[in-house]
């Protein structure tokens, strides 16, 4: 069995575009420590195989520090490492695999033709592929490698299993099944897909390294997998230094709404990245500003969405002969005409919110 370590989908550099400035800069800063603690982990777990699955960049004009770290941490290494691009990353005469001088014991693939490479001295050979522009046809269609001797055959490649449609490499099972190899270390897809296997074929891909957003939820990391021939033992080790998560909670029957928040969330989330979604129905708006001065210093940065519905009778000034009067009425014959239950939500909403305006209340932030 060989020890292999897999991570994919790291998106170096990304934007971090809902974070201000300075709290992206250092999500990116922490988005390079994933290398270091990934190095460490290879270290410590005795993995003889460093596995990268594409989109290891967000984007083809990475950082000088991203470049050094590159550098520095896979030079560390005294396993070889291999890198698949992606679409995010993909090779290119320009690209900054192309560019960056990378220590001896990393490998490009730089072809979407599947190469090999054999490692004679861990018996075991490493197929792969990489995408040469931002999209990829079916790399594995038609591919078949023949068992030599004992070798453990590993494959390295970033696409899609069961998209049939995607841009991005689709694979299928059946190619899987037929491709020859023990273990197929896949990327692309951002959240991890357990052990899967198609006929003697082991196949999985961990997610993204760290969340980068609320479709980016919990726990994320890289695989640890020991390959045999037709068989495989994979376990997933948790990596990232923030966490997304989303927390709904439901202030009906609430006497205190900051009491249900605080019980609702968990103590150690100083770290995390959290968005609380207020629900149910309510006899007045709850003031999110004032929560999210409360519970904002909880977390390293919060959200607060208010999707509760008013008790108040919303509709009950339609009569009056008044601007406010003619705006309900309006709104109301549009409610009532409307069947739909998300439309109508939207409707009682958009009262809400002119209402608020009409009678010169403090807008209703989503923060
Ligand atoms: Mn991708």
Not at 15 to 21: P, R, T
Not at 41 to 65: F, H, K, N, Q, V
Not at 141 to 154: H, M, N, Q, W
């Amino acid at each position: 069995m060989i020890r292999i370590l897999h991570a994919a989908d790291l998106h170096l550099d990304s934007a971090f575009e809902a974070l201000s400035d300075a709290k992206a800069a250092l999500r990116r800063s922490e988005q390079r420590e994933l290398l270091l603690k990934m190095a460490r982990l290879a270290e410590t777990s005795e993995a003889r195989i460093l596995l990268l699955a594409g989109d290891l960049l967000d984007s083809e004009s990475p950082y000088m520090e991203t470049v050094e770290i590159f550098q520095q941490v896979f030079g560390s290494l005294e396993i070889p490492v291999f890198i698949s691009p992606g679409n995010h990353d993909y090779w290119s005469p320009r690209s900054p695999y192309a560019r960056i001088k990378m220590p001896e014991n990393v490998h490009i693939f730089k072809s979407e033709t599947i190469q090999c490479v054999e490692l004679p001295e861990l018996g075991a050979r490493v197929w792969g592929a990489g995408f040469v522009s931002g999209s990829a046809p079916p790399l594995l269609s038609g591919f078949r490698a023949e068992k030599s001797g004992d070798l453990v055959d590993i494959m390295l490649i970033h696409g899609q299993v069961g998209a049939k449609d995607s841009s991005y490499n689709p694979i299928t099972e059946e190619e899987l099944a037929g491709s020859g190899m023990d273990y197929v270390a896949l990327g692309h897809v951002h959240t991890y897909s357990g052990p899967r296997r198609a006929g003697n074929t082991w196949y999985a891909w961990p997610g993204c390294t760290e969340g980068r957003g609320f479709d980016e939820l919990g726990e994320k990391g890289a695989i640890l997998a020991d390959v045999g021939i037709g068989q495989c033992e994979i376990s997933f080790i948790p990596l990232a230094s923030r966490r997304y998560e989303i927390v709904e909670v439901d202030i009906t029957s609430a006497t205190d709404i900051a009491a249900a928040l605080a019980n609702a969330v968990p103590d150690d989330s100083e770290r995390d990245i959290f968005r609380i979604v207020l629900k149910g129905e309510c006899s007045s708006e709850p003031d999110i500003n004032q929560l999210y001065r409360q519970f904002s210093q909880r977390f390293f940065e919060l959200q607060i969405r208010d999707k509760t519905i008013l008790r108040r009778d919303i509709w009950e000034k339609a009569e009056e002969d008044t601007l406010r009067g003619l705006f309900l009425t309006k709104l109301r014959r549009m409610y009532e005409a409307e069947s739909g239950e998300k439309e109508r939500e939207k409707i009682v909403q958009a009262a809400r919110w002119g209402l608020r305006a009409l009678e010169n209340g403090e807008e209703l932030y989503t923060i």
